[in-house]
């Protein structure tokens, strides 16, 4: 509710801009235009991903990952990593924070293991695993944009080592803080029965055939809203309850569109050129270090959408960009407010019994969050 607060006053202060100019008309037109596409995304991944995980879909998972595991709880971690990445990169960073953590934190307590590594193993991936693919994060699909609409094999293979090293650091940094935690065995708990079967198979077929269709070049937001569809009818047929309005992400939705209305506002009045003292320009080591640098700044200052909003016009080539999305994407580790999903997160543990002050969880960011930003960006122009 707090994000929607605070999403329906800037909102609010966008159409005071329109209203009174300081917004031109064309431009929150051309802003609506560039944006519908991608937050219609984002309602219809939301749906199709709840409903799976209503129908015990990531459950399942993790019940299979802990059979692999082999008793061994770092190989159970590993197996973790893995899912936790496909998830953020095909499915969102959301998905991965909101989702899929309690279903670790009920794998790890389900094998007699403690949550919280694998808890700060989801929160992390899903924010610093988000690099690889335009629907990883919003900040990708606005990238995607302000690409000339590059294709996902494209946008791949631009980000493909700086995701790989986003995601290597912070792995390396949490097994060697619980180390001991890791090496250690456990025994498999009980598999929970599945309910409802045809659900079950629906939503992992449709899961399956949205992998590839995310990235087969359509637009996102057409494989999304076919696969919200057919699940939305079968579970209107089967399990209505479930349908509710609270699965659609709203508050989001008003957040995110307030925030595009008041930072183009702050373009049209001349934000830009003063950000441009503080940035700089140039593709060479330094200044794409500086650009990231201010950018995970500026992340964990105000969060990673506004901040990448303010500066994607100083990001006016793809190495900049890429720079750009290395700050605002592997840096928001340090402050709640950094991302959306580090805040979701935390309530999903809270609401699971599981206890981390902010206090810690900053000072484990300031260790993993410079050296993946610093690490990553250098990977850019290798």
């Known amino acids: 509710m707090r994000t929607a607060i605070i999403g329906a006053v800037l909102l609010v202060l966008g159409v005071v801009a329109v209203a009174t100019g300081l917004l031109p008309f064309s431009e929150a037109l051309a802003v609506a235009d560039r944006t519908w596409p991608i937050l219609l995304f984002v309602v219809a991944i939301t749906v199709v991903t709840e409903l799976a995980a209503e129908a015990g879909l990531f ?15 770092w190989l159970l971690w590993i197996f973790v990593v893995l899912l936790a990445v496909i998830s953020t990169v095909f499915l969102s960073l959301d998905t991965t924070a909101v989702l899929l953590t309690p279903v670790v934190v009920q794998l790890a307590r389900h094998n ?12 992390w991936l899903a924010n610093t695993g988000s690099l690889l693919l335009p629907v990883s994060n919003l900040t990708n699909l ?7 609409g590059m294709q996902a094999a494209s946008f791949a293979a631009m980000m493909a080592l700086p995701a790989l090293v986003a995601v290597l650091v912070p792995c390396a940094v949490l097994f060697l803080i ?22 079950f198979r629906a939503s992992a077929i449709t899961v ?40 659609i992400p709203w508050q989001l939705v008003v957040l995110a569109s307030g925030l595009f209305l008041v930072v183009e506002t702050g373009h049209a009045l001349g934000l830009t050129g003063m950000l441009a003292q503080l940035v700089g320009g140039g593709e060479g080591p330094l200044a794409l270090l500086r650009l990231a640098g201010t950018a995970g700044v500026g992340a964990n200052a105000i969060d ?7 500066l994607e016009p100083l990001a006016e080539s793809p190495h900049r960009i890429a720079a750009l999305l290395v700050g605002v994407n592997a840096g928001p580790l340090i402050t709640p407010w950094a991302s959306l999903a580090t805040l979701l997160w935390h ?3 809270t609401s699971m019994g599981v206890e981390i002050s902010w ?20 990977a850019i122009l290798v």
């Open 112 to 123: 007699g293991l403690p949550p919280l590594p694998f808890a700060l193993t989801t929160v």
């Open 359 to 378: 206090r810690r969880y900053a000072l484990l960011g300031l260790i993993v969050a410079p050296l993946t930003v610093v690490l990553a960006t250098l």
């Open 178 to 199: 619980y180390r001991r935690d890791l090496l250690r065995r456990y025994q498999p708990g009980t598999p929970e029965p599945i309910g409802d079967k045809v659900l």
């Open 208 to 247: 399956a055939a949205l992998l590839p269709l995310l990235v087969s070049g359509l637009p996102v937001w057409m494989p999304a809203c076919a696969g919200a569809l057919v699940l939305g009818v079968l579970f209107a047929v089967r399990r209505r309850r479930v349908l509710r309005f609270a699965l």
């Open 59 to 73: 459950t399942a998972i993790a019940e299979r990952t802990a059979r692999w595991g082999a008793h061994r709880a």
């Open 304 to 310: 990673n959408l506004p901040a990448y909003l303010l």
């Open 347 to 349: 309530s999903r543990l």
């Open 142 to 148: 606005l990238a995607e944009h302000a690409l000339g």
